[in-house]
T-cell receptor, first 112, second 114 residues
């Protein structure tokens, strides 16, 4: 079952903050975040693991609430380069390794 | 950097044709994936493979099959293409045998079935 992302779209001015949420109805092992710019491949941003560990490459922070099975991505002091569609992918605690189920995405637009 | 290469950026085929989409990765990754991406639906997993000749169905496998004869190559096959298979197809790979591995995506193949 697909995780639910909110909001579906958000428009910011450069320097403003945004939060994107991802909620699942099943128990999760990890939550992955990706960003896709128009016409390009999705790019890995961060993984949050059950137990609090994070793996990421960029200066974007996130949290994972295991009790609620919810993750939030925090984009602070947004830059024009942050524009794109953000996807969360969830990995369940049971079942197959490797498999991610992605949400429908959140379109973020940062204007000057 | 990981490089995932999809054989075609754009492809146009006719209804009923057998269609092959090819994906090659250069990082010796164990796991490879095929997704389709449609507006408003996000990325949906069609099939994945965790080893050569091993495959598992994803969430929408109907109408598709896959082949992984070599570690670096993962093919998606549309046995008899239909118009509802017009979509963007994305291939991805990830390394390791444990959980929580980042996936690396190719640029996608935009497939139109006429």
């Amino acid at each position: 079952q697909q995780p639910v992302q909110s909001p579906q779209a958000v428009i910011l001015r450069e320097g403003e903050d945004a939060v994107i949420n991802c909620s699942s109805s099943k128990a999760l092992y990890s939550v992955h975040w990706y960003r896709q710019k128009h016409g390009e491949a999705p790019v890995f941003l961060m993984i949050l693991l059950k137990g609090g560990e994070q793996k990421g490459h960029e200066k974007i922070s996130a949290s994972f609430n295991e009790k609620k099975q919810q993750s939030s991505l925090y984009l602070t002091a947004s830059q024009l380069s942050y524009s794109g569609t953000y996807f969360c992918g969830t990995e369940g605690s049971g079942g197959s390794n490797y498999k991610l189920t992605f949400g429908k995405g959140t379109l973020l637009t940062v204007n000057p | 950097d990981v490089k995932v290469t999809q054989s075609s950026r754009y492809l146009v085929k006719r209804t009923g044709e057998k269609v092959f989409l090819e994906c090659v990765q250069d990082m010796d990754h164990e796991n490879m994936f095929w997704y389709r991406q449609d507006p408003g639906l996000g990325l949906r997993l069609i099939y994945f493979s965790y080893d050569v000749k091993m495959k598992e169905k994803g969430d929408i496998p109907e109408g598709y099959s896959v082949s992984r004869e070599k570690k670096e190559r993962f093919s998606l096959i549309l046995e008899s293409a239909s118009t509802n298979q017009t979509s963007m197809y994305l291939c991805a790979s990830s390394g390791g045998t444990g959980r929580a591995q980042p996936q690396h995506f190719g640029d996608g193949t935009r497939l139109s079935i006429l």
